[in-house]
């Protein structure tokens, strides 16, 4: 049985039961704690971040703003510059999702660095859960821009010019290559924010289990640097992902 961290044992204390009943009446077994660490601290980032929302909202000024909208304004933009760079010039209406895909990645990253606390991220629920989501979002946005049968016609490789014998046999060909191809994004996004938090957590205890003081400081900034980067190569991968499934055909 794992052991339960403060924060889970009073959501445990809180919503245990109801949730014990709710994981019964869906036929799923549990032998620990009906709410696990890492799902009490996904919901501990889902309040934090919705904290930070309603500050930011409260504070906006157009004549005096502060730090936090200067923040806020900041993560905003360097996101939409990456939309635009890799999406186009229709990337506008995806920032608001790849925006709070990016943030609740990044706390989930940096919240073991609190004491008491663990990165939900190096669980795989947690990034097969953000993985899953993103895939659906740009299937949905792709079928959205180019209709159902338009957006299939990306999953067949080019037809328009082709001979006819081309036409018929590289759909043949492409569509179950880009079905293992589309597949594998899930597996690819998952193992590698997990691989990586995962990696950078056992360093960081192993140090402080050998050396308490000095030189795991110094992993504690690696954690933050890779917290970072993973961040970035998610957002990064989701607006590839997002413009190839929105783009035309011409």
């Not at 606390?117 to 947690?126: C, G, S």
């Not at 946005?141 to 082709?162: D, K, S, T």
């Not at 938090?197 to 308490?212: D, H, I, K």
Request: with cysteine; glycine share 8%.
């Amino acid at each position: 049985m794992e052991h339960l961290l403060p924060f889970t044992r009073l959501l445990n204390y809180l919503f245990g039961a109801p949730a014990l009943a709710l994981l019964h009446a869906l036929g799923i077994e549990t032998h620990g704690a009906a709410i696990p660490n890492f799902v009490a601290m996904e919901i501990l980032v889902a309040l934090i971040l919705i904290a930070f929302f309603i500050a930011v909202r409260m504070s906006l000024s157009v004549e005096r703003p502060g730090p936090l909208q200067h923040t806020v304004e900041g993560i905003y933009g360097f996101i939409d510059n990456l939309a635009q760079e890799i999406i186009g010039h229709h990337s506008a209406k995806f920032v608001p999702y790849l925006m709070v895909l990016g943030m609740f990645i990044l706390t989930s990253n940096l919240l073991g660095l609190i004491p008491t606390l663990e990165t939900p991220t190096q669980v795989p629920a947690v990034p097969l859960g953000c993985a899953l989501l993103t895939w659906v979002y740009y299937h949905y946005q792709g079928m959205r821009a180019n209709g159902v049968i338009g957006y299939l016609g990306h999953f067949i490789g080019p037809q328009e010019g082709m001979p006819m014998a081309v036409r018929i046999l590289l759909p043949v060909l492409m569509f179950p290559i880009e079905i293992f191809s589309h597949t594998a994004r899930v597996l690819s996004l998952t193992v590698r924010l997990y691989a990586n938090m995962f990696a950078g957590e056992m360093v960081t205890l192993v140090f402080f289990s050998l050396v308490p003081i000095a030189i795991p400081l110094l992993f504690q900034g690696l954690h933050i640097g890779v917290a970072l980067i993973q961040t970035y190569i998610f957002v990064l991968l989701a607006c590839v992902y997002l413009g190839e499934a929105t783009a035309h055909e011409h």
